[in-house]
């Protein structure tokens, strides 16, 4: 008896079409699937296809569109061009071309790193993919780390261009003057107090930011950490002759956090008060609950600190917690600040996965208010 034919009783084989088909259909489904917008063009600049992440970007209608008008840039056709050039003479290795798209949009620019890539023949399909991943992020941090290097660069030069020019005035003209010897001595001193304080502060910045995705597992009481800080402050606050309220919160339950951060926090939005805030003779430091926070699951407490100075104008609130930011500089730097203080409490609160908020007005004095979990 004859044995059945094992290639007989298998499965038959789809025909060569319709294996194209199946698999084009998996492709399109895995590019729809992709957060990049993606463009295919076909040899006569038309779009013959855009993923969904495409027609978010360039509209609804941007399949069957012509390329130019999706992609108007000189740089932009340039590429489109090279790409289908490199098709077209097939001399070149078909490596992407890569340029940058900048799209305006409503209150900001999106800027795309757009790669231009030949189809390989073998697809079937004779055109250019076109890749469109937004690096608007990566720009932004390049112009954050300028901005902060000329910041930090202008904070340092006064300084130092202070110093250098006493240092030669004593070491000339004023060198047999004991007056003016003690009065740029006392400048000096206070500059390089002043330098210190940056470079400190720019010390915690960055230790700060290393360690902000990392939520302190150790409980702390804040009624502990708000008065060690006041007594570490109480000099300075009597120097001012300022009367501080306490209202602490009886029974607060201890919560997760890192108790000397939390000292930094309170330490500079008591300093602030005292600095900016004096003038109204008074700070107040309240301790509650509260049942309900955004995006919290669960209590968490609240610490204000009131003052009653002559507040901000809230058209600057916004940005106080922006590195350099200062809405007074040279008020700011004579009281010795660095411009550094607010953007450290907020790390340190975003660390916390708390909030902290600010209320102003003009002659009512500044509340900054910190939410921080109990669990």
Do not use: W
Not at 22 to 51: F, H, K, M, Q, S
Not at 227 to 241: F, N
């Amino acid at each position: 008896m004859a044995q059945d034919d094992p290639a007989a009783a298998a499965d038959p084989v789809p025909p060569l079409s319709d294996q194209r088909e199946t698999l084009v259909r998996r492709c399109t489904a895995l590019l729809d699937g992709l957060p990049e917008a993606i463009l295919v063009i076909g040899t006569e600049r038309r779009v013959l296809y855009a993923n969904p992440a495409a027609r978010d970007l360039f509209g609804p209608h941007a399949e069957g569109s012509q390329a130019v008008a999706l992609l108007r840039h000189p740089d932009e056709v340039a590429a489109l061009e090279r790409g289908f050039a490199r098709l077209r003479d097939g001399t070149e290795p078909a490596e992407p071309v890569e340029v940058q798209k900048v799209i305006a949009q409503a209150s900001t620019e999106s800027v795309f790193r757009m790669l231009v890539q030949p189809l390989d023949p073998a697809s079937g399909i004779t055109g250019l993919i076109v890749s469109l991943r937004d690096v608007s992020h990566v720009a932004e941090a390049e112009q954050q780390r300028r901005d902060f290097v000329a910041n930090v660069s202008h904070e340092l030069r006064s300084p130092l261009t202070v110093l250098a020019g006493f240092i030669e005035t004593l070491q000339g003209p004023a060198r047999e003057d004991p007056g003016a010897r003690e009065n740029f001595l006392g400048i000096m001193a206070r500059e390089t107090r002043r330098m210190t304080g940056l470079v400190n502060d720019l010390l915690s910045l960055s230790k700060v930011e290393s360690v902000e995705r990392m939520r302190p597992r150790t409980r702390v009481h804040l009624t502990e950490v708000l008065r060690a800080t006041l007594a570490a402050l109480r000099p300075q606050i009597e120097d001012a002759g300022i009367a501080v309220r306490f209202d602490d919160l009886d029974n607060a339950p201890e919560i997760p956090g890192d108790r000397d951060q939390l000292v930094q926090v309170f330490r500079n939005l008591i300093e602030n008060a005292v600095k900016y805030g004096g003038n109204g003779g008074r700070i107040d430091i309240a301790v509650t609950r509260c049942e309900v926070l955004s995006g919290v699951a669960g209590p968490a407490m609240k610490v204000t600190v009131t003052d009653y100075g002559e507040g901000i104008d809230p058209i600057h609130l916004p940005r106080l917690t922006e590195r350099f930011y200062r809405v007074d500089t040279d008020r700011s730097r004579q009281k010795g600040g660095t411009g550094l203080g607010l953007a450290i409490v907020k790390h340190i609160v975003n660390r916390h996965r708390g909030r902290l908020t600010i209320r102003s007005a003009r002659g009512e004095g500044c509340t900054f208010a910190v939410f921080l979990p109990c669990e």
